[in-house]
């Protein structure tokens, strides 16, 4: 395994269990006992969890998901070929909503002097679309969330109810062909929700791990999804299953 699926394993070892230690973390990795007391220290600087006499403890609520720092690095390569993709199907001229989330990030590198006009749902993309002319970038109200800088509340809402956008692209934190896509975030999923509503197209831009997580807010059934964009680890019954619903399927 590498560091990023080494540090995922273990956060998701950390969920069921609460506590893990560091022997049996080895055992299951196939990695020495020093590397995985080195990941579980990287990952206490990122306020993951907490060091405890030969192991850890989760530091991340029932139903949170880990932080901006740590997702960054998760799955990073399949991220930016989504967000090369998903740029891909964006048309000059074309005007669009986007979303919050690392996956949301590297779209809005791929979008960075291009012709469009942006309405992007988080700092970080804001930030990675400034200054980088033909671009039009407009600015959502409402409140910043710590650690993410995502917008969200009711003048990010009014901002986008008072607009129409040809696209919205979507991120989640979990998808799923029975309980559609879902948000941990309550005010987050809110804020997705009313971008649907503002968008001729919703193109949902999620790496292959989301498929098997399902997080408490329900943003929107799959039915609403017009196009998805995913990497080619995704398991292919439920891609098989979302084309079947007329949605428009790209792996990259």
Request: glycine letters at 8%; a negative charge; one cysteine or more.
């Amino acid at each position: 395994m590498d560091l990023s699926e080494r540090h995922a394993l273990i956060i998701d070892r950390l969920r069921q269990a609460e506590r893990a230690g560091v022997t049996e973390l080895a055992q299951e990795v196939g990695t020495s006992e020093v590397t995985i007391r080195r990941d579980l220290e990287q990952l206490a600087a990122q306020g993951v969890l907490r060091r405890v006499r030969g192991g850890a403890v989760s530091l991340l609520a029932r139903g949170e998901g880990p932080p901006f720092a740590f997702r960054e690095l998760e799955g990073f390569e399949a991220k930016q070929r989504i967000g090369a993709a998903v740029a891909g199907l964006i048309g000059d001229g074309e005007a669009v909503v986007l979303d919050s989330g690392t996956t949301g990030l590297e779209v809005a590198k791929s979008l960075a002097g291009r012709r469009v006009t942006v309405m992007p749902l988080s700092l970080q993309a804001a930030n990675a679309l400034a200054a980088t002319p033909p671009t039009r970038l407009i600015l959502p109200g409402g409140e910043v969330r710590p650690d993410e800088l995502a917008v969200t509340g009711p003048l990010a809402e009014a901002g986008l109810r008072a607009l129409r956008f040809d696209t919205v692209v979507l991120t989640c934190c979990g998808a799923s062909v029975e309980h559609g896509v879902t948000a941990y975030d309550l005010a987050d999923a809110s804020v997705k929700s009313v971008a649907i509503s503002s968008a001729r197209r919703v193109v949902l831009a999620t790496d292959a791990t989301k498929f098997a997580r399902t997080a408490m807010a329900v943003v929107a059934p799959f039915e609403r999804v017009d196009v998805l964009v995913t990497d080619t680890t995704a398991p292919r019954q439920t891609l098989d299953a979302l084309a079947a619903l007329g949605i428009e399927v790209h792996c990259v």
